[in-house]
């Protein structure tokens, strides 16, 4: 509202200048008539004089006229664009928090380039919505009223003649806007497009590398390039033949001001300083109505980014926590009868699953490739809900309890360790909000997960930045970076899904002796394709194509000569071969 304020206030001494320029021409046309008529006189001097102080004393008015305009014009872009780059700001916030929300599955069906667009690009789009077209929009209508007021008040015949060119730029304006709205949004999707192909290509880098396919990837990104090239140019042609339109439209005004305004001034409707007058009004107005067809362009292109940005505000995520009460997870698990279909997918993972563990109990959970054992941590943590069945925490159903503290006090070690582009100790103290105490036992906890030595060897040691999602450590070294920060939390619970994949006999056997202590009172699922003779196990699950094929101790299931003990004599095998070797 005050940028409203401002702008009619800056219009409005922008309109009195015409006015001020208009009293000033017409004196000088009536004093060069007196000083015509004293020619030869004494007083002509004084005639001279005269027009001299009165053109000196309008040129000071239209000066601080303009200064006066000018500060309202810094005062209106400090409310109005200020007010735009805050709104982008909150909606950045807003989106931000918004992916936070949702649920895994969402992450799964939308690409992270497409996202980045979302929050980045459309946002800007929308900003300049809200900030630079808000405020030419005010300033175009303030203008128009108050120019058109004044040229009314003057001669309703040459005003007449003047603005008979706007209809056109009405219907003009109408016509391209719809043009401009249907390009701008196949720009926007195929911009999401862009990105999306960028973070895909610079994420699995090595992989195209590996395969030598930097060529024909690059080529295929040259491609979406010319087709984004191709659909923005069809818009800036529409653009670029739409604003010589509107000059055309002004510059028509203008000679239609001058012959009409010249008739008028014969007649003696008018005075020759009106004309002067009418020619600045209709050239005060070239700048706004031009701007029309770029203020027509940005809201069409922020619709359309707005209606994407919505998209996704509007999402309510399928996981959500209907309460807030405290919550201390003690270690009781129990799934009853579980099963589930990845929503985006139709892929069923688990069937009929059912087990239970008592408060430090260890599970064990062995099985092929695809057999659903990563689906079992992720509904544990409630990245997911059962398709059917239900899953209990403490006896109570996992539904029910507070979200966040189901998810703060469980320590899960992720098959994909994911670690963030910052420092080893800022990766190790990721799940501790004490920062300052969290920075002492990063050191002790680097020490039980084996990488301590590893640390130290490097540059800056716990300083170390390391790059993105980890990627100048080695396979082990990010593993036991992953379980030095989940060993951190120090939960009751433990989920360990495949950690000890990539880490040598010596440093697993290391680990595994930390780990039958730190776990010796606590309840911990483990997730793994070996068998850990290190680590004693109360239960043992088999799961073949989602279902549970065998269950017991590790003496009960030999017995049984299944899968598991043919895993384990695969494995007896192994090592004895490695003893040798």
Avoid at 251 to 266: A, C, D, E, H, K
Avoid at 458 to 463: A, G
């Amino acid at each position: 509202m005050l940028g409203f304020l401002f702008v009619a206030l800056s219009n409005y001494f922008r309109v009195l200048q015409p006015q001020a320029i208009r009293q000033a021409l017409d004196l000088v046309y009536e004093n060069i008539r007196m000083h015509q008529m004293v020619d030869g006189f004494e007083a002509q001097e004084a005639v001279y004089g005269e027009i001299a102080q009165s053109l000196f004393f309008f040129a000071i008015l239209v000066l601080i006229l303009a200064l006066i305009m000018g500060v309202f014009m810094y005062f209106m872009r400090q409310t109005i664009i200020v007010m735009s780059r805050l709104a982008e700001y909150d909606m950045r916030k807003e989106i931000y928090e918004q992916y936070q929300r949702l649920d895994q599955a969402f992450f799964r069906r939308n690409m992270t380039g497409d996202l980045m667009a979302r929050i980045t690009e459309d946002v800007s789009k929308v900003r300049m919505y809200v900030g630079p077209a808000l405020l030419y929009g005010i300033n175009l209508f303030t203008l128009f009223v108050l120019v058109i007021y004044s040229m009314l008040s003057v001669s309703v015949e040459l005003s007449l003649y003047c603005l008979m060119p706007l209809p056109l730029l009405s219907l003009s304006i109408y016509f391209v806007s719809s043009l401009i709205h249907k390009k701008s949004t196949v720009i926007q999707q195929q911009l999401s497009k862009l990105n999306s192909l960028a973070q895909e290509v610079f994420s699995g880098i090595r992989v195209i590398k590996s395969y030598t396919h930097e060529k024909a990837m690059g080529e295929f990104f040259v491609e979406e390039c010319e087709d984004y090239k191709e659909k923005s140019m069809k818009l800036a042609t529409v653009n670029a033949l739409f604003f010589p339109l509107m000059l055309l439209i002004i510059g028509t005004s203008t000679i239609m001001t001058i012959y009409f305004g010249g008739l008028q001034v014969y007649k003696g409707n008018i005075t020759p300083g009106n004309i002067a007058e009418f020619v600045i009004y209709v050239n005060m107005l070239t700048w706004p109505v031009t701007s029309i067809g770029w203020i027509a362009s940005i809201i069409q292109q922020a619709e359309a980014s707005q209606k994407r940005i919505n998209e996704f505000l509007h999402v309510e995520p399928s996981i959500t926590s209907h309460t807030e009460d405290a919550l201390e997870i003690r270690g009781h698990v129990k799934f009853d009868h579980v099963s589930f279909i990845y929503p985006d997918t139709g892929i069923k993972a688990l069937s009929d699953v059912s087990f239970e563990l008592m408060p430090g109990q260890k599970l064990v959970v062995v099985g092929k490739t695809g057999a659903g054992k990563t689906t079992i941590a992720d509904l544990l943590l409630r990245l997911y809900d059962p398709t059917e069945g239900n899953i209990y925490l403490d006896g109570k159903n996992i539904k029910t309890l507070n979200l966040a503290q189901i998810r703060e006090q469980i320590g899960y070690v992720t098959q994909d360790v994911f670690l963030f582009s910052d420092t080893i100790e800022n990766n190790i103290t990721f799940g501790k909000y004490d920062y300052e105490n969290a920075k002492k036992d990063a050191r002790f906890y680097a020490e039980k997960a084996v990488v301590y030595d590893d640390i130290m060897e490097l540059s800056d040691q716990f300083e170390t930045r390391i790059g993105e999602r980890g990627v100048t450590l080695s396979g082990g070294q990010k593993q036991r970076l992953a379980m030095a920060r989940t060993f951190m939390k120090e939960p009751n619970l433990f989920v360990l899904d495949d950690c000890l994949s990539a880490v040598d006999t010596t440093t697993e056997n290391q680990i595994l002796t930390y780990l039958s202590d730190v776990l010796a009172d606590k309840t911990a699922i483990m997730i793994t394709h070996r068998i850990y003779g290190l680590l004693s196990f109360d239960k043992i699950i088999v799961l073949e194509g989602g279902k549970v094929v065998e269950m017991g101790a590790h003496e009960d299931l030999l017995k049984l000569k299944g899968y598991y003990h043919k895993m384990y004599e695969r494995q007896q095998l192994v090592d004895a071969e490695n003893k040798v070797l």
